[in-house]
């Protein structure tokens, strides 16, 4: 893993069935698990090169472990982590992180959102330097530069703040205590049927990215 704090990885999903059946090609090359060659408009070799790529192949198992399972570890420790899923639409950003359902899928697609909330759990009940702790959940939709509160659709303007004990915040934003993982995916689970439907409301949006920012709130 590179000595930044920040890791960028890249994921390529396999082609759908819709694609398959236009006979689509990728437009890649595999080189190894960071590099990859991709052909640009003049049909000239470019590699990228990433702290990982994960090829069609990639389980999402594999996702948590090598960007997620770090992250958490950090995060009981009091160290604030962040996950950007980022892509265009279509792309596999809805997938990695919650899988075909948050609540209902199998154990092999279950997506980065319930691994990092089950690990979160699991770390602080096996821990041993830990006795009390209290975890919150927030969740915010940041659209045409607008911060909305997902559990209170009535705080439709929230502002970010940045103050000295808590760094950059969002001010006003609802925080619920969770006691325990299904506590957390329930609510999960809800809003993103909520945000999925709003999705088909505005299916025919003018950008082509669609952006979600989950921010985990741990206190220990
Ligand atoms: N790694 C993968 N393996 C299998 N199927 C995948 C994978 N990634 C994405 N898919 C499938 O590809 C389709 C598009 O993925 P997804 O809905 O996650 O895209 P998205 O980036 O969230 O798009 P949008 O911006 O429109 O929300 C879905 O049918 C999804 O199930
Ligand atoms: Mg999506």
């Not at 590699?47 to 999402?60: G, N, T």
């Not at 160290?79 to 919650?98: C, H, L, R, V």
């Not at 530069?145 to 703040?161: F, G, M, W």
Request: hydrophobic residues 40%; contains cysteine; charged residues 25%.
């Amino acid at each position: 893993m590179s000595n930044s704090n920040v890791t960028v990885c890249v994921r390529f999903r396999p082609l759908s069935h819709k694609e398959r059946k236009a006979n689509d090609k990728v437009c890649f090359k595999k080189l190894d698990s960071e590099s990859f060659v991709f052909k640009d408009e003049r049909d000239e070799d470019v590699i990228f090169s990433f702290d990982k790529v994960f090829y069609d192949d990639a389980e999402q198992s594999d996702v948590y472990n090598f960007l997620a399972v770090p992250i958490v570890a950090d995060a009981v420790n009091g160290i604030n982590g962040t996950i950007i899923s980022y892509g265009q639409t279509g792309a596999g950003k809805t997938y990695s992180m919650e899988g075909p359902s948050i609540l209902h899928c199998n154990e092999l697609k279950t997506g980065l959102v319930q691994r990092v909330v089950n690990g979160l759990f699991e770390c602080l009940r096996t821990s041993e330097d830990i006795t009390t702790w209290t975890v919150k959940l927030s969740m915010v939709e940041i659209y045409l530069e607008k911060v909305r509160d997902l559990l209170d659709l009535s705080k439709d303007n929230l502002q970010i703040k940045e103050s000295k004990s808590q760094g950059i915040f969002i001010y006003g934003a609802t925080e619920i205590s969770i006691m325990n993982s299904s506590d957390a995916l329930e609510r999960l689970s809800i809003i993103s049927v909520y945000w999925s439907k709003l999705q088909e409301g505005i299916a025919n949006r003018a950008v082509g990215e669609t952006r979600i920012l989950y921010l985990p709130f741990l206190n220990s």
